[in-house]
């Protein structure tokens, strides 16, 4: 069974730049057609896509946020991560990073981290 | 982008009945290729992450109990729960995989009368 963990600082101040990961277990971030997707939730909000990267390291943004964004995978580690530029108070939400299974098509999310965390705010 | 519009937002139902909640796409999700659509439903409890329940419109991701059943077609979906239980009550969110960016509905409230 696919695990992923989030990892990241909880507080960040505007204008700087969001890092997060995502580590992944019981799976391989390099495995031949595997996509590996970041989601936020702001708070008692719903759920927004943010993008994939897949395994070849090739990538796909929300258009709205592709400025600031950057997904990057390092299969060594087996961990994929996220990072966003310029934040502001609207970025404060809780992120999940999400992997697919292949039965049920790309873009569906078999598997979900907790979630993490992170506030924008000085 | 792909809007995806659920009703009601909120819903009451006994327990023992059934709970239905409509799920609209601005465009159609159905892919003529494969004949499949691209419909995604998942159910949240507080403090977790989404769970699927549903992929391909009304097919059930392993281990979700049988009393969960997606069905619609093209712009229309619908996931019903046949009996509710009280595990069941929680927020609800279809989604589509068409096309990127891949969007959800605001999310549907399912609680106990």
């Known amino acids: 069974q696919v695990q992923l963990q989030e990892s990241g600082p909880g507080l960040v101040k505007p204008s700087q730049t969001l890092s997060l990961t995502c580590n992944v277990s019981?799976?391989?971030?390099?495995?031949?057609?595997?996509?590996w997707h970041w989601i936020r939730q702001r708070p008692g909000k719903g759920l927004e896509w943010i993008g994939y990267i897949y395994n070849n390291g090739a990538t796909k943004y929300k258009p709205s946020l592709e400025s600031r964004l950057s997904i990057s995978l390092d299969t060594s580690k087996n961990q994929f991560s996220l990072k966003l530029n310029s934040v502001t108070a609207a970025d404060t939400a809780v992120y999940y990073c999400?992997?697919?299974?292949?039965?049920?098509?790309?873009?569906?999310?078999?598997?979900w981290g907790q979630g993490t965390l992170a506030t924008v705010s000085s | 982008d792909i809007v995806m519009t659920q009703s009601p937002d909120s819903l009451a139902v006994s327990l023992g009945e059934r709970a239905t909640i409509n799920c609209k796409s601005s465009q159609s999700v159905l892919y003529s290729s494969d004949n499949k659509n691209y419909l995604t439903w998942y159910q949240q409890k507080p403090g977790q992450p989404p769970k699927l329940l549903i992929y391909?419109?009304?097919t059930r991701e392993s281990g979700v109990p049988d009393r969960f059943s997606g069905s619609g077609s093209g712009t229309d979906f619908t996931l019903t729960i046949s009996s509710l239980q009280a595990e069941d009550v929680a927020v609800y969110y279809c989604?589509?995989?068409?096309?990127?960016?891949?969007?959800f509905g605001q999310g549907t409230k399912l609680e106990m009368k």
């Open positions: 391909w419109a009304s």
């Open positions: 019981g799976g391989s971030t390099s495995s031949s057609g595997s996509f």
């Open positions: 999400a992997g697919e299974n292949a039965a049920s098509g790309i873009g569906s999310f078999d598997y």
């Open positions: 989604q589509q995989y068409y096309s990127t960016p891949y969007t």
